[in-house]
């Protein structure tokens, strides 16, 4: 897939988490890796129904800015992941807020389901660390 078919699809996938209440107006983020060491991502602060194709930032794995606007404060995560998972082409990060509503009230997600199981495999937690922060990222890459 080339650049502008990934960057038309990064908005489409948004659009539709969106249409899924999977993040709200600000809140979650998507990017897809490039190669080498380019990722595309959703820009910070915007709103995600203004979001288009040329709206997506694309930024090396060490947060140099190559085009764009000013990427998503989860960058870190985002290249975190891509560094330690070289088969990873896309990551959404969602807010859904029943999971949001569960990890505030101190509750486990359950995946006892054997669909869910089969679908999504093990479910790695990390502790509440502060959004954007380079430990975020460093915990999220680990899990």
Known sequence: ?????LRRSLVEI???AYMRRLVDLLGGN???RLGGDEILITPTSTPKVLIKPQSIVKIRLDGTVISGG????EWRMHAGIYRVRSDVKFVLHTHPPNILALTQAGLKVDLSLSEAISYIGEVAEVPYLKP???ELAEA???A
Do not use: I, Q, T, Y
């Open 70 to 73: 000013k990427p998503s404060s």
């Open 1 to 5: 897939m080339n650049e502008a078919s």
């Open 30 to 32: 998507v990017s897809a």
């Open 14 to 16: 948004f659009r539709l």
């Open 140 to 142: 999220v890459s680990r």
């Open 132 to 134: 954007g922060s380079a």
